[in-house]
């Protein structure tokens, strides 16, 4: 039996929720649809959801020429706008509804590319009209949404905007693994050493600001998000590296961090052509070190669950 042939339940990251972080123009679209790539390759079921409130473009570079109608919508829109979608850090109330089944999801809001890559989005700001701008909803959305389909368990890869806001509005809790993209910039460097330490945080026990909050349940609810936060950790994956000086350098500047590298992605011009022409990411040169960095993943998924058992039997 071939790799693609397994069924993806069988596979340690089947029903695993992953964002992609990093700076504006550090390349996670460009890592989101590589990984989908090949986890694909590997026999999974892979979703993945297009979190950028601003960005476009990503439905073409996995090939799939219709983008599809916005989740924001399925629920009713935007508090700002009269919807029912309130901002996570206004009322952390989890979304009603939250539970996604692929098969009985209306066609409009999820389309997939000819090798069965599904997309959906989480929603837009660009044609919500004036004093509509905030993309808390959107947040809420991407936080809380669980994506299923009937016989399989997918994999959900989740394209966040750039910089840091997002992880700010507790979307960390909701995930098991957080990647961050690191480019040749001081500031993916910083942003790199920041999420490590969220994580961190979430994990040792801290709690969300909650001062603004209007009610005890509110405070309650927020509090219990991060209580019960599912992340595991944080993944680093170099990326648009073009030679060996380059990876070194950043190698030492994480390391001054006490960050370490799980991964890297080299340069591919052909990437950049692609999307500048608006066509499917191919990237074959890059194919071998998405895979290398696929298989850091699965250990560290691994590794965790390991874990988990032993602490079961010990306790």
Not at 57 to 64: D, N, P, Q, Y
Not at 118 to 131: D, S
Not at 143 to 151: A, E, M, Y
């Amino acid at each position: 039996m071939n790799e693609t042939s397994h069924n993806s339940t069988k596979r340690i990251l089947a029903g695993k929720r992953i964002g992609v972080f990093g700076k504006g123009g550090s390349g996670k679209s460009t890592a989101v649809v590589l990984l989908a790539k090949g986890l694909q390759g590997l026999g999974y079921e892979v979703c993945v959801l297009d979190a950028d409130s601003t960005n476009i473009g990503l439905s073409l570079a996995l090939g799939i020429e219709e983008t599809p109608q916005p989740l924001i919508q399925y629920y009713g829109g935007m508090v700002f706008s009269g919807g029912r979608v309130t901002c996570p850090v206004d009322d952390p109330t989890p979304l009603e509804e939250s539970e996604i089944v692929l098969d009985a999801l209306p066609p409009q809001y999820y389309r997939q590319n000819q090798s069965g890559i599904t997309l959906l989005v989480a929603g837009k700001i660009g044609n919500q009209g004036p004093g509509a701008g905030c993309d808390g909803p959107i947040s809420k959305i991407t936080r809380d949404v669980r994506i299923s389909k009937h016989g399989t368990t997918p994999i959900t890869l989740i394209d966040f905007k750039a910089g840091f806001e997002d992880s700010a509005r507790g979307v960390i809790t909701s995930l098991d693994w957080a990647i961050v993209l690191v480019d040749n910039t001081f500031a993916a460097l910083e942003i790199a050493a920041n999420m490590r330490d969220m994580v961190a945080q979430i994990k040792n026990g801290a709690l969300p600001a909650t001062r603004h909050l209007e009610t005890l349940d509110l405070v309650a609810i927020a509090n219990r998000m991060f209580v019960e936060s599912r992340i595991k950790g944080t993944m680093f994956l170099l990326n648009k590296i073009t030679n060996s000086g380059m990876e070194k350098y950043l190698r030492t500047k994480l390391a001054e961090r006490g960050i370490e590298p799980d991964g890297i992605i080299h340069e591919d011009p052909s990437l950049s052509v692609a999307w500048l022409k608006g066509t499917a990411l191919e990237a074959k040169k890059t194919q071998r070190d998405i895979l290398d960095f696929i298989a850091k993943l699965e250990s560290a998924e691994h590794m965790h669950a390991a874990q988990l058992d032993l602490m079961h039997i010990e306790g």
